[in-house]
């Protein structure tokens, strides 16, 4: 594949909003319909929307988009400026009274670096949507991952900039893309155990030592062309979170609010477990490229910058 990103799924674009003097941003994946979209949402702190219609049971299977910010909670009125284009479009959920645009958002902490007043807004939501595109994903201190730490766990000095990472893989016909809004309480690894922050683990949070912040989250997406149904995407939910168990130490703590979306938008065929491997390998390539992207912002060094 020429894009190794989450664009090369068939149909599926991405579109960014990013304030660097505020250090935060948007992310809007749009997707192809029909579709199957499901969810697992994890860690103690998650801020989400539209999560639990996604859930195996649910009426409504198929969205139209998925809106990652950040904010913190604020950040979830993006969503708000891509639904509004969505209807403008003339798409979403038929009823009775007409389209609902069906949008699932979730965000991440990121008000410690930049202007922290200002947040991502409806009219961020509709910028993001209105410059998505079909071309590699542009990665690092962008969109979403525009305000991303990781690393804090162990205090203020070891903190460096997380970031958006993006991966895609072939198998089995079908293709598997991948991105990851990496903000992290935790030191990233990649999937072979290179540290890529701080050190050998650590086995707990030194309360003695002043953390900043511990209010973060990894919002994962994970889309393929591969026909599956909504349980058979939970598998895939599993294998995504496996790999940021793998990469992310710790991972899925109280303080995380860590979630995958998983959505699939094609016919093509293909194994589940290969698939699952797929979304493994495909995911902790999107940390990685996260964080060894990300550029230096609002005094928080990226790894590059720090020998």
Do not use: Y
């Amino acid at each position: 594949m020429v894009n190794d990103t989450l664009t090369a799924v068939p149909g599926v674009t991405v579109g960014h909003w990013t304030d660097l003097d505020a250090a935060t941003g948007v992310t809007v994946i749009d997707l192809p319909e029909p579709n199957v979209a499901a969810v697992d949402v994890r860690g103690g702190a998650p801020g989400t929307r539209e999560t639990a219609l996604l859930a195996p049971g649910k009426k409504v299977e198929m969205i139209q988009a998925i809106t990652l910010a950040g904010g913190s909670a604020f950040g979830l009125a993006a969503a708000d400026g891509v639904v509004a284009s969505l209807e403008a479009a003339d798409r979403g959920h038929v009823t009775m009274a007409g389209k609902v645009p069906i949008v699932p958002a979730a965000i991440i902490f990121d008000l410690m670096i930049g202007d922290g007043s200002r947040r991502p807004d409806p009219d961020a939501g509709s910028a993001a949507f209105a410059a998505r595109s079909s071309s590699p994903v542009p990665m690092g201190s962008i969109g979403a991952g525009t305000g991303a730490v990781v690393a804090g766990w162990r205090g203020r000095e070891a903190i460096r900039k997380g970031g958006l990472g993006s991966a895609a893989l072939e198998v089995d016909g079908a293709v598997v893309g991948a991105l990851a809004v990496v903000n992290a309480v935790g030191d990233v690894f990649t999937l072979e155990g290179e540290p890529l922050t701080g050190g050998p683990h650590v086995p707990a949070l030194n309360p003695a030592r002043p953390t900043m912040p511990l209010e973060q989250t990894v919002l994962i997406c994970i889309a393929t062309n591969a026909a599956l149904q909504r349980t058979e995407l939970m598998h895939l939910a599993v294998r995504a979170h496996d790999a940021l168990g793998a990469c992310l130490r710790p991972a899925h703590t109280r303080h995380d609010g860590d979630i995958a979306f998983v959505v699939s938008c094609g016919d093509a065929g293909g194994d589940p477990d290969a698939l699952g491997e797929a979304a493994f390998a495909a995911v902790g390539l999107s940390v990685e490229r996260a964080v060894t992207l990300a550029d230096s912002l609002g005094g928080v060094p990226s790894i590059r910058a720090v020998p």
